[in-house]
């Protein structure tokens, strides 16, 4: 009887369930015409309006509703900053499958326009492959660079010379809101504006859509713009107040500058234009001592004197985007910019001949170094970008990009003794740059997932020409010197192929991928003896990264990625440059490409007044790119770039964001490393070894007064960081900034206080060390501090989300 039982209540079950309805779709964000992930979906029963079920639409925006009953329905969508989404009424036959298709989300204007302050909002979060930070947190960087916005990042460190480091590694990529851009990274964002950036995107262990350029991995900066059927406008303008300390420098400093960014989107059109000028001088001071060994003699020639920059850019974008239908999107933008930099370092030297053995002075003379090093460049560019949406919700996605660049600059190098120049000699060079790129990238739906493929071909070509001229004592004109001076041509093709598989099951986020390339390398030297070198390499790049969820609003990840930094033409440049009078500097064209391996595993956790991140990583890293010194002559230090063999980092970042108070806000990163290093240098016999603990802090802390009125500190802090022979010292900038709104938001005064130091602090200082058995060198770079800046910015409707205006895709990659 009750095996019966069961088995006619087996087959009723059986048959419901066969005739059960299910609905699909996916959430799209009509602004940025793209899948919105993680919006919450909620489904309603139309006869009571009673919630059926709910989830979160996964990393394509897709969600799907199984084992419903046959009925009328509707649904709801929503996510932060986005108007509520209520679908029309739809009916669910027995047995049958509905696909309702985009459910479009739009920006919420109210949301954007909205400036009273009842709380602070969380400034950062994390996804499986990058954590992301709100750019308007650091007051600091308003009015600056790009390069002030990112050095408050975790694990980002900008030093005295300007190097940008992430996770210690001076290399990385750059993206412009996702698109690449194969450009010195400290040049490129010196030149985009702070107030255009909406949120920087921090990428450690890319996937095998990214170039594997850089080995600390990326960082791509998503740009601002304007809402749906709307415009936008914002403008600011900047100024110094006097120097309050001028280091004994021979001119007074100069700082202003202005930009301006407006955005028009009306139906299918989407127009921005954005121009900036910024002139950002800098006082300072140079205090070195050296020594050299030749022989049985020792000479010491310690120096004190100016060291400080003349710097200004401008630039102009515009970018077009048309919308003809929802499958079809063509864009074209351009972009043209100057860029200036003057160095003067006028340097008093003091230089003593000894006796190696006995101590005893066989010679001594004082004599003045006037040395002045200019560089600048013109950049303009153009892309082309045609996206498509097939009726099997594929995508076709075609770029192309062209850029031209005029690159030049010059040394000029005098010693003076008793007010008779004994040496002069002039540095100069012109280097045209053509860059190309083409990328096709497709992607569709396979399985629980998305699988996505791609090619691309990369050209970067130049062809220097580099002068070195000397005037001889009592000459009256300057000849060229043929061991210094000759033509360097360079020939970079790079092709790539690579595909990758991302999905979500349950509570698990992974993405996989392999990435092939093969690239050659052909630079052309004519001087005294004519060269060629030639590299050609087949590589492969796996990736893979994993994300898993938990219940209690922790988040556990891992991931791994090959990577790889490629040689530019400065470090290939084999041709001497006399830099100023104690060194000269001068490439290796047979220097190889940096390969590493990067690992990372870590955990989040969001609460009620903030979230917490922590990673372990571990870099792996073969011919490791170093510039390093031997001695030219007993006055002059041959400065070379060259391979050491192996270097090693791991290390762990904590990031944490907390708001104790709806008036407080306190962001903090902190980086803890071990980096080692190992290799032969030059001609030294011995294995050159060194190996360091590095930490770094980046603090942050907003108090919001009332609803006009806020006040911020923040410090950027780096400890001595070891180099293949010697040791870049300790590092910190700390800041204040205090912002009043008027006008209902729409106009912004901002007062900043930059490199705090009031003579006590000793900020904005580096020391650089290197010794080797016949040389030693040390020089510390003080730089300006305590400098007072005033930000005027006016709004006109307040610009949100990804502003597409290109940047240099080349050519600042050799400035």
């Not at 050299?292 to 004197?305: A, D, H, L, W």
């Amino acid at each position: 009887m009750n095996k019966y039982f069961f088995l006619v209540l087996f087959f009723i079950s059986s048959g419901l369930y066969a005739q059960s309805a299910s609905v699909e779709g996916f959430t799209f964000d009509k602004s940025a015409n793209a899948p919105l992930e993680f919006a919450s979906v909620s489904l309603f029963k139309l006869s009571d309006s009673s919630l059926v079920s709910g989830q979160v639409a996964d990393i394509n925006g897709k969600f799907k509703f199984l084992n419903l009953v046959a009925g009328l329905y509707y649904i709801k969508a929503q996510f932060v900053g986005y108007d509520t989404y209520k679908s029309t009424t739809f009916s669910l036959l027995a047995g049958k499958k509905l696909n309702i298709g985009a459910i479009e989300l739009r920006v919420n204007q109210k949301f954007l326009a909205e400036v009273k302050v009842t709380g602070q909002q969380l400034q950062s979060f994390n996804k499986i492959d990058k954590q992301v930070y709100k750019a308007d947190q650091f007051e600091s960087a308003k009015g600056g660079t790009a390069v002030d916005v990112i050095k408050n990042m975790p694990s980002v460190t900008v030093d005295g010379q300007g190097e940008i480091s992430l996770r210690g590694s001076k290399g990385f990529l750059v993206l412009i809101n996702g698109k690449a851009v194969q450009t010195d990274a400290a040049t490129i964002l010196s030149q985009l504006p702070a107030n255009s950036i909406e949120n920087i995107e921090l990428i450690t262990a890319p996937s095998a859509k990214y170039d594997p350029d850089g080995k600390g991995g990326i960082i791509n900066i998503t740009t601002k713009k304007g809402a749906d059927d709307s415009s936008a406008f914002i403008a600011n303008v900047q100024g110094g107040l006097p120097s309050v300390r001028n280091y004994g420098n021979a001119e007074d400093q100069q700082r202003y500058g202005a930009d301006f960014t407006y955005n028009y989107k009306k139906d299918k059109w989407d127009f921005s234009i954005g121009a900036n000028y910024l002139r950002n001088d800098n006082a300072g001071f140079r205090d070195g001592d050296l020594f050299t060994i030749i022989g049985v003699k020792k000479t010491s020639f310690p120096s004190q004197g100016e060291r400080s920059f003349d710097k200004y850019n401008y630039g102009g974008r515009f970018n077009l985007i048309f919308t003809p239908s929802v499958k079809d999107q063509f864009s074209v933008g351009f972009f043209a910019g100057h860029k200036y930099q003057d160095r003067v370092a006028d340097i008093n030297y003091s230089n003593v001949n000894t006796v190696l053995a006995t101590g005893q002075i066989i010679g001594r003379k004082n004599y003045f170094n006037a040395n002045t090093q200019n560089k600048q460049g013109d950049f303009i560019l153009g892309n082309l970008e045609y996206l498509h949406n097939f009726d099997d919700k594929s995508v076709l996605n075609i770029s192309a990009l062209v850029e031209q660049a005029e690159l030049e600059g010059s040394t000029k190098n005098r010693n003076i003794e008793l007010q008779d120049t004994v040496q002069n000699t002039l540095s100069t060079y012109k280097n045209p740059l053509t860059g190309f790129r083409i990328k096709v990238d497709h992607s569709f739906n396979l399985g629980k997932g998305k699988l996505e493929s791609g090619y691309q071909y990369r050209l970067d070509q130049q062809d220097g020409r580099f002068i070195y001229a000397v005037k001889e004592r009592g000459a009256t004109n300057f000849t060229t010197d043929q061991a210094f001076s000759g033509n360097v041509k360079a020939n970079n093709h790079i092709h790539s192929l690579y595909s990758q598989y991302s999905g979500k099951v349950n509570k698990l986020e992974y993405v996989t991928g392999l990435r092939y390339e093969y690239s050659t390398r052909d630079l052309s030297v004519k001087s005294l003896l004519n060269d060629n070198y030639k590299l050609e390499l087949h590589n492969l790049f796996p990736s893979a990264s994993i994300l898993y969820n938990f219940e209690n609003s922790w988040k556990a990840k891992a991931g791994i990625s090959r990577r790889v930094q490629r040689t530019n033409n400065f470090e290939l440049n084999p041709i001497p440059e006399r830099e100023h009078s104690e060194t000269l500097e001068r490439g290796d064209a047979n220097l190889l490409p940096e390969f590493i391996y990067l690992a990372e595993v870590g955990v989040t956790k969001n609460f009620s007044k903030g979230s917490l991140f922590s990673t372990i990583y571990y870099q792996d890293i073969k011919n490791p790119i170093q510039r390093v010194n031997n001695v030219y002559t007993d006055t002059i230090l041959n400065r070379v770039y060259t391979n050491a063999d192996k270097a090693k980092r791991l290390g762990i970042e904590l990031g944490l964001n907390y708001s104790p108070a709806k008036w407080a806000q306190l962001y903090l990163g902190t980086n803890v490393f071990r980096s080692s290093l190992s290799g032969l240098v030059l001609n030294y016999p011995n294995v050159q070894k060194n190996a360091a603990w590095v930490n770094s802090i980046n603090a942050n802390m907003n108090f919001q007064l009332n609803s006009t009125l806020s006040v911020q500190g923040n410090m950027n802090y780096i400890s001595a960081r070891p180099t293949v022979q010697g040791e870049d010292s300790r590092f910190y900038s700390p800041n204040m900034s205090i912002k009043k709104t008027l006008m209902s938001g729409r106009l912004t005064a901002l007062l900043q206080w930059q490199n705090m130091d009031m003579g006590l602090l000793k900020s904005n200082e580096q020391r650089i060390t290197t010794s080797a058995p016949d040389f030693y060198t040390t020089t510390n770079y003080i730089y300006e501090v305590d400098v007072v800046m005033i930000n005027l910015s006016f709004n006109l409707n307040k610009l949100k989300n990804k502003l597409k205006l290109p940047g240099s895709e080349f050519g600042e990659k050799e400035f």
